[in-house]
């Protein structure tokens, strides 16, 4: 029996054996790399794809096995028709490369092997879609392989198994259409003429019902136009040319098509360009542009056809001559796309304007003509909607514009906002608008073109990327400057601006609009370095706000200004100057020129400074009137002893311009500042730190905020106050009930307010009231005692001038509340601007030994701004603050490095703030006096050069014992003191940065492992002597004598923390153990673990350390290093687990499911109520269940029965919802009992 059983398993085994493959078992062992390849060829990253092709070819060409090259031939074969379209294309791509190195493999062979495994014949419906992409990938292999021209025949394989695979286009698309071309594109004349077209006769012939096909013929007249001259074209279409009215129908029809198809992926079709392509060489563009575009595609809604006609209109601008783009520039293609342009401003709306910018940029940058370059920009230009360009005015196309042809742009925008012609432009009004009617006169048309026009103007002469000449900008500064400020009396050749006059006036907002852009663009005229060109045709760098020739660009147009102002015959100004103004102009002008000649004997900053400044100054007297009489002291005068120095001046006059809340000044005193910073002292650094001091008042602080509608206010609360006598004297006239109304709404008015009774007024009133006898008191007889008439005339008149007098001293209470809150707001306001300077002057100057005096002001300004009010400004304010000291002064790349003779103040400084950081009550301020200490640290180390980079010791000029005894009670404060506002994260960023004082205080660190107050501090020492221990630097700083005996204190220490229900102090520990014992076990220090196993090992003696989670994981890590693995859990544990589990859950409830007690079964059974005993028979059995069937019609009549029920029922119902149900059977019992007796 046995003997059989073998046997039979014997033929089993041979049964199961799989037959062998050719050589293919043999390759599997022997070389396991090889397969590999195949691996990585179809992995999804391209890069690993492309090396793994590489590898392969490169280990076929050493092997030289002709069975590993038949292997990958055949595999690459099979995984064309791979699920992913990574792996698809990758193995296509090998295959390609194998075929190109390896000439020996027939082309013919490797198709049919194709043919055969993806044989979309005998394929199953299910893998019809790989097999189609087998074979795609496989013709494009071939392609691709560079050998495909040299055998016709496989060519014409290639394309017929293409021209099958179209009706496959739900998953293959326009794929073979587009290898169809590509191939036609390599194929020489012979190879198509004679076998290729016979085979595409077909495609060719309908090359006009799709875009697919009519692409092939595009293509095929472009590679070939002697094979397919007009005769032939005659008997392929019917016409000898493409582009025909005839044929124009379909062709439409074709665009629309390719448009459709293109939706998603918002690209050009290839059969649209081509068919311009065709249109230009057949001379038959216009009528393709006004019949296909116009006619065809522009019909349509506004959709894919629209968005294909303009990227038509953008691929077509390098191809058309100046005539052609003023042609397709001025057609119905613009007005479409400027109504887009307008619809697009809404939300979630398809946006073509950045498609057409790029098509205009590749233009403009491609294009070395001037007059076409000119062309399309005034095309764009001129596409308006009710006056205004829809192109915006920043347009970053004008970048790549030619010198010649930007100077000729400009040109024509002046002249076009001296005299508009709208008629010109391809003006278009949106259908709403014609709804609405909603038509622009013609003067706001102009006024709006004009508009534009100086934002355009202002935006060529700000981007320095636009190139131009110096003699450009100033042209354009001087044009800005004159049409905001001036009127053309009389034309004279003097002042170019005025040859030009206005066909329409500048109305006020206009010049509104251009002031606001002078002034806008004053600083990037004339403050920023400017990227010019000169003769030379490389762009220099030029001194900030310095032309060419050294000379300012502000001072050029102030003396444009100067010129305007002489010239009273021939140009008015705006707005008369008074003498007060002129004089002040004047002053200014002799001021700069004072030191101008100063500055020629000898250069200094305070000359340029100055100038910089007044000039500034004093061209924004044509917008707002400043008093420029801070030019007095430069007059020539006899100097002081105690004359201050200069810089202290610019800075009182910068503080006091930036209390002005103007915009334009806050960027003067941004310039000038930036000009001062190499040059600012002590006193002037002092002066801006004082009006951030939080605990001086704003006359100490010299805080100096002006208001501009003052004055405005107080004329208008002198006529309120007058308004109110008035209406005093009608009040008084007009007798008791106006007011006491009036009084009435005085109550209301404070109690809405919520304010208490004033105790005075309370006082008054009842003098008043006493006064006249109208307060009843004690001593009165009765209370029926009435006032006479005049008597309560007289009393009224009392109240209602106590009343007026008490609610003006409420109104006065609250115009001050308004007064102090507004005040409040703009002195933050100008603290924020003075905060810019700070920030500019530690970026521009962070080396400067000035610096350091601005650590405790700005600290004390983050200090005070954490426990002021939470209003919005104050919270910026804080954070701009915090920011500044942050980045710009602790985190700075230079810092201050000379401090000779310093060095006691800044210890006694460094000193001031721990003791600070320890008082503080939050860690969030603390954190910060503690970063600025090792601010102070880093300045007094100082550099470490290369030399003495490996001496570790080295501290500079740092006291180490003093700062260690500073740090030293700082550490013993943090781990002592419950509330401590310091943190373990700053002593770990000291430990990590000073490793000089991390080894001195470490021995406090270890101390408290065990002696901290509570188990966080005990914690936290632990994670900074974990940071210390893991430090090189630390390490190198140690002897291994000190080393050894450290680990040793450290592993007596953690030898006493037992407490496991501590868990954040545990996992510390216990991080700290597993470095420990890993860097005693591979040094092999002398250091005694046994007591700190036995310690780990009773930990766990109850087992509880055996779930999942951070300080289990820990624990067994640290066990592992002795040996002791984590036991592994049983499975019958598990399945015992699960038993009770699933009983546990069979007892709680099920959602979804009835429990027991509501199931019709246990209806049955009695019901026992409050110890009393309910009768149960199968009676009212079969009545619950009758009744059961008309539950809803119960519902229904629910209230009714309640209603009309028995009322001792209802008295002596109980509240309980037991009673409720009982009542409910019984009524239900009867009604049972009740049908069975009828049914009897």
Request: glycine share 4%; proline share 3%.
């Amino acid at each position: 029996m046995l003997a059989v059983m073998q046997t039979n398993m014997g033929e089993i085994e041979d049964s199961t054996v799989r037959p062998k493959v050719t050589d293919a078992k043999g390759i599997l062992k022997q070389n396991r790399q090889f397969l590999d390849y195949f691996w990585d060829i179809a992995k999804p990253e391209r890069e690993i794809r492309l090396k793994a092709v590489e590898d392969l070819i490169e280990h076929l060409k050493q092997s030289e096995k002709p069975d590993e090259l038949q292997y990958s031939l055949k595999r690459l074969v099979d995984g064309l028709s791979h699920t992913r379209d990574d792996a698809r294309s990758g193995y296509s791509v090998a295959l390609a490369q194998l075929l190109s190195v390896f000439e020996e493999i027939s082309l013919k062979s490797t198709l049919d092997s194709v043919k055969e495994k993806h044989n979309l014949q005998t394929a199953k419906k299910k893998f019809i879609r790989n097999a189609a992409f087998g074979n795609f990938f496989g013709v494009l292999a071939l392609s691709q392989s560079t050998r495909l021209h040299k055998e016709p025949q496989v060519v014409l394989e290639c394309v017929r198994l293409l021209q099958s695979l179209s009706q496959y286009r739900e998953h293959l698309r326009d794929l073979p259409r587009k290898t169809m071309v590509d191939i036609l594109s390599e194929t020489s004349k012979e190879v198509f003429e004679e076998v290729l077209l016979s085979a595409l006769q077909s495609d060719l012939t309908s090359a006009l019902n799709t875009p697919e096909q009519l692409e092939l013929l595009l293509v095929a007249l472009q590679k070939f136009p002697s094979v397919l001259k007009p005769k032939k074209l005659k008997k392929l279409l019917g016409t000898t040319a493409v582009i025909t009215k005839e044929n124009m129908p379909k062709l439409v029809e074709v665009l629309k098509t390719a448009a459709r198809s293109v939706k998603k992926e918002n690209i050009l079709p290839p059969v649209a360009f081509d068919l311009l392509q065709v249109s230009l060489r057949e001379d038959n563009f216009e009528m393709f542009w006004n019949e296909a575009i116009i006619k065809g595609m522009l019909s349509e809604m506004p959709g894919p056809t629209h968005y294909l006609s303009f990227r038509l209109l953008g691929a077509c601008l390098p191809l058309l001559s100046v005539a052609q783009l003023e042609f397709v520039l001025s057609a119905d293609v613009m007005t479409h796309y400027g109504q887009h342009m307008l619809s697009a401003q809404l939300a979630d709306r398809f946006k073509f304007a950045p498609e057409m910018e790029k098509y205009v940029s590749e233009f403009m940058q491609g294009c070395a003509d001037a007059d076409k370059q000119l062309v399309v920009a005034l095309g764009f230009t001129q596409l308006t909607n009710q006056g205004y360009p829809v192109v915006p005015s920043c347009w970053k196309d004008l970048e790549h514009m030619g010198l010649s042809a930007l100077q000729k742009y400009v040109e024509w925008l002046m002249e076009a906002f001296c005299k508009p012609q709208l008629e010109k432009c391809l003006d278009f009004s949106t259908r709403r608008q014609k709804g609405n009617q909603e038509t622009e006169a013609d003067d706001s048309c102009v006024a709006r073109f004009r508009k534009w026009i100086i934002l355009r103007l202002t935006f060529i002469g700000e981007n320095h990327q636009i190139k131009k000449r110096e003699d450009l900008v100033m042209k354009l500064a001087r044009f800005i400057f004159f049409h905001a400020f001036f009127d053309v009396k009389k034309p004279t050749p003097e002042i170019p601006e005025t040859t030009q006059a206005l066909s329409v006036p500048i109305d006020q907002q206009t010049r509104a609009a251009i002031s606001s852009a002078f002034y806008g663009s004053i600083k990037l005229f004339c403050l920023n370095t400017m990227a010019v060109l000169g003769d030379s045709a490389e762009a220099e760098r030029r001194t900030l706000g310095v032309k060419a020739d050294g000379s300012m660009w502000i001072y050029c147009v102030v003396q444009y200004a100067t010129m305007l102002l002489d010239q009273s015959k021939h140009v008015q100004s705006v707005q008369t100057l008074s003498p007060e103004q002129r004089q002040g102009w004047d002053s200014m002008l002799g001021s700069v020129e004072a030191l101008r000649k100063k500055a020629r004997k000898s250069s200094s900053p305070e000359h340029s400074a100055f100038q910089h400044l007044f000039l500034l100054v004093g061209i924004q007297m044509f917008k707002v009137y400043l008093i420029v009489c801070v030019c007095v002291c430069v007059a020539d005068g006899k100097s002081s002893e105690e004359e201050p120095h200069w810089v202290e001046v610019v800075v009182e006059i910068l503080l006091s311009l930036l209390s002005q809340p103007s915009r334009l000044t806050r960027g003067v005193c941004k310039a000038v500042f930036s000009r001062i910073c190499p040059h600012l002292t002590q006193e002037a650094l002092s002066s801006i730190l004082d009006v951030l001091d939080p605990n001086k008042d704003e006359d100490e602080s010299g805080v100096m905020v002006t208001d501009e509608k003052k004055e405005k206010k107080k004329i208008h609360k002198e006529e309120e106050e007058r308004d109110e006598e008035e209406d005093d004297d009608v009040e008084d006239e007009d007798g008791s009930d106006s007011s006491s109304d009036d009084d009435d709404d005085d109550e209301d008015e404070a109690m809405e307010e919520g304010e208490e009774v004033d105790q005075n007024f309370r006082l008054d009133l009842m003098k008043v009231l006493q006064g006249q006898n109208a307060l009843a008191t004690e001593e009165d007889g009765s209370d029926e005692e009435e006032l006479d008439d005049a008597a309560m005339m007289k009393l009224d008149g009392s109240l209602s001038a106590l009343f007026l007098e008490q609610k003006k001293k409420i109104q006065a209470k609250k115009d001050e509340k308004d007064r102090l809150r507004k005040e409040k707001v703009l002195v933050r306001d100008f603290k924020i601007k003075v905060l810019d300077m700070v920030e500019m002057f530690l970026s521009k100057q962070g080396s400067s030994a000035l610096v350091l005096g601005m650590v405790e002001p700005l600290l004390s300004v983050i200090e005070n701004g954490m426990s002021s009010e939470t209003s919005q400004q104050e919270q910026d304010f804080l954070r701009k603050a915090a920011d500044i000291f942050r980045n710009r002064l602790c985190r700075a790349k230079y810092y201050c490095r000379e401090i000779n003779g310093r060095e006691a103040e800044l210890h006694d400084m460094l000193e001031r703030l721990i003791g600070r950081a320890q008082k503080l009550t939050d860690s969030s301020v603390s954190l910060y006096y503690f970063s600025a200490a090792l601010y102070l640290l880093k300045v007094l180390r100082g550099v470490v050069s290369e030399r003495d980079s490996a001496n570790l010791r080295l501290m500079g000029k740092v006291d180490v014992e003093r700062v260690t005894t500073c740090f030293r009670n700082a550490l013993t404060s943090f781990m002592t003191k419950r509330k401590s506002p310091l943190t373990g994260a700053m002593f770990i960023d000291l430990f990590s940065r000073f490793p000089v004082l991390c080894v001195n205080l470490l021995d406090t660190a270890v101390e408290n492992i065990t002696a901290g107050v509570r188990e966080h501090q005990q914690g936290q020492a632990c994670a900074v002597v974990l940071r210390a221990l893991q430090s090189k630097d630390v390490k190198n700083l140690m002897s291994d004598a000190q080393s050894t005996e450290l680990h040793q204190k450290v592993v007596d220490q953690l030898a006493k923390c037992k407490n496991k229900t501590v868990r954040e102090k545990m996992v510390k520990a216990l991080e700290l153990c597993q470095h420990l014992v890993r860097v005693v076990h591979s040094q092999k220090l002398q250091v005694n673990l046994e007591l700190l196993q036995k310690v780990l090992k009773s930990m766990n003696a109850e087992g509880s350390l055996q779930k999942p989670g951070q300080l289990e994981d820990t624990y067994w890590s640290v066990m592992k290093l002795f040996g002791v693995l984590k036991p592994k859990m049983e499975k019958v544990k598990k399945v015992v687990e699960a038993e009770q589990t699933e009983e546990t859950t069979r007892k709680k409830k099920k959602k979804g499911f009835l429990p027991e007690t509501k199931k019709r079964k246990n209806r049955k059974k009695p019901t026992v109520l409050e110890g009393k005993e309910t009768p149960a028979s199968t009676e009212t059995a079969g009545g619950a269940s009758g009744e059961e069937g008309k539950k809803k019609k119960k519902k229904k009549n629910k209230k009714r029965k309640q209603q009309g029920g028995e009322e001792e029922g209802t008295q002596n119902q109980p509240a309980t919802k037991k009673a409720k149900t009982q009542q409910q059977q019984q009524k239900k019992k009867k009604k049972g009992g009740q049908q069975e007796a009828d049914g009897k």
